[in-house]
C-alpha cells in the first residue's frame, strides 16, 4: 500500500546538517512538517484517497528544505508518480530523502526544461519564476503556482487558548513563529500590529525570543542576509525604536515604513490604536498574505475580508494543518479523490 510505505518512508528522514538553521532548528522544522502529514495519512483510508494525477512534477524553491514534504508524500500515497526540481545551490537533503524512499515514485532533479512530459506542474518561487513557468506550461501540462506572500501577526490582548505544544504567553507564541525556520518560511510573521504600547510590547517581545533562541538556537546568516538586515536596522534606528541582539532583532516602527519581506529574526512591531486598524491592514493586503496569526478568540470577522487567507492562532503560523487553503487554494480537493 502506498500510505503505508509513504509512512515508513517518512519515519526514516533525517534533518539536513547544512540546510543554514541550527541542528536544534532544523529537527524543529522537521517535526513541525512531518507530524501533520503522518496524522493525516494514518487517518485517512487509503481505498478513498486516490490522485487526480498521475505524474507531477514539483518545482521547489531553496527558502524552506521541509516546504515541498506536505505535497511530495501526500502525492505519493494517493498513487502519484513525482518528480522533484530542486535548486542547484539548495534544499540537497531532498537527494538523500529521495534514495531513501524504496518502492516509491520519487526521483529529483536540477534540470530546468523537464515540463514536458508531465500532467500537473507545482511550483514555489518568487513571483517572476511564477511566472515563466505558467508561460513554460501554457501548451502544456496543467500549472499550479505559489508566488511571494508573507505574514503577519495581531495581537489584540484577549486570552490566548492554551495548548501543549508552544508557548502559553502571546509574545512567545509570536516569538516560537519567528524562530521555526528562522523567519524564512512565507508563514513567517514578519510583522506584528499589535495595540500594545510599543514600550511594553518590544520587552516582553525581546524577553520571549531570547527564550525561544536557547531551545532553537538561530543558525547561519548568509551574506547577503547579513546586509539586508543591517540596511533594516539602519533605517529604524532613524525612524523608530531598535532592540538588537546577536540572535535577533525587533524593529519598533511606524506601519508605513514596514517592509512585507521577512528577514532571519527580525521582527517589526507596530502599535495601532484598534482591531479596526489591524482589520483594515489585513483588508488592504489580502490578496498578498499567506498567513495571518491572531489572538482573536473569534477569528470569523476575517471570512469576509480576507476569504482566501489562511488564519490560525498564534504560534501555530509556521505549523499548518494539512486540512486548509494553500494561498486560497484548497489543495487536497485539487489534487486527490477523498470519497
Known amino acids: 500500500m502506498s500510505v503505508a510505505k509513504v509512512l515508513r518512508w517518512l519515519d526514516a528522514l533525517t534533518p ?28 485517512v483510508p487509503s481505498t478513498v484517497f486516490r490522485g487526480r494525477y498521475g505524474h507531477v512534477t514539483m518545482v521547489a524553491s531553496r527558502t524552506v528544505f521541509t516546504a515541498p514534504l506536505e505535497w511530495v508524500a501526500l502525492l505519493l500515497a494517493s498513487g502519484s508518480t513525482v518528480r522533484l526540481k530542486r535548486p542547484e545551490a539548495g534544499l540537497s ?15 529529483i532533479t536540477t534540470e530546468r526544461t523537464l515540463l514536458h512530459d508531465t500532467e500537473l506542474v507545482i511550483a514555489m518561487g518568487s513571483d517572476e519564476t511564477i511566472a ?31 495548548d501543549s505544544k508552544t508557548p502559553n504567553d502571546v509574545w512567545g507564541r509570536i516569538a516560537a513563529d519567528v524562530a521555526l525556520y528562522d523567519t524564512r518560511g512565507c508563514m513567517s510573521p514578519s510583522i506584528v500590529l499589535t495595540t500594545t504600547p510599543l514600550h511594553e510590547a518590544i520587552p516582553r517581545l525581546a524577553h520571549a525570543m531570547e527564550s525561544a533562541n536557547v531551545i532553537w538556537p538561530r543558525g547561519t546568516i548568509s551574506d547577503f542576509e547579513g546586509a539586508k538586515i543591517r540596511e533594516r536596522i539602519v ?10 541582539e546577536k540572535a535577533f532583532s525587533i524593529l519598533g516602527l511606524p506601519l508605513h515604513y514596514t517592509s512585507t519581506a521577512a528577514l532571519p529574526r527580525v521582527l517589526q512591531v507596530v502599535h495601532v490604536d484598534s482591531i479596526a486598524d489591524m482589520l483594515s491592514y489585513v483588508m488592504e493586503h489580502a490578496g498578498q498574505l499567506s498567513t495571518v496569526g491572531t489572538d482573536l478568540s473569534d ?12 488564519v490560525c492562532k498564534l504560534g ?11 494561498d486560497g487554494i484548497p489543495w487536497i480537493d485539487k489534487l486527490f479523490v477523498t470519497t
Open 16 to 43: 539536513p546538517q547544512n540546510s543554514g538553521l541550527s541542528d536544534e532548528g532544523a529537527q524543529e522544522a522537521l517535526s513541525a512538517a512531518r507530524t501533520p502529514i503522518q496524522e493525516f495519512l494514518k487517518n
Open 235 to 244: 533605517l529604524s534606528k532613524l525612524v523608530g525604536q531598535v532592540v538588537e
Open 132 to 162: 515563466t513557468l505558467k508561460e513554460q506550461c501554457l501548451t502544456g501540462p496543467e500549472f499550479l503556482g505559489f508566488g511571494s506572500k508573507f505574514s503577519i501577526a495581531l495581537v489584540t490582548n484577549e486570552t490566548v487558548i492554551q
Open 299 to 310: 477569528d470569523t470577522i476575517f471570512n469576509d475580508i480576507a476569504p482566501h487567507t489562511r
Open 316 to 326: 501555530q503560523m509556521q505549523r499548518p494543518p494539512i486540512l486548509r487553503l494553500h
Open 93 to 107: 537533503i531532498w537527494d538523500s530523502w529521495v534514495k531513501t524512499a524504496e518502492n516509491l515514485p520519487l526521483t
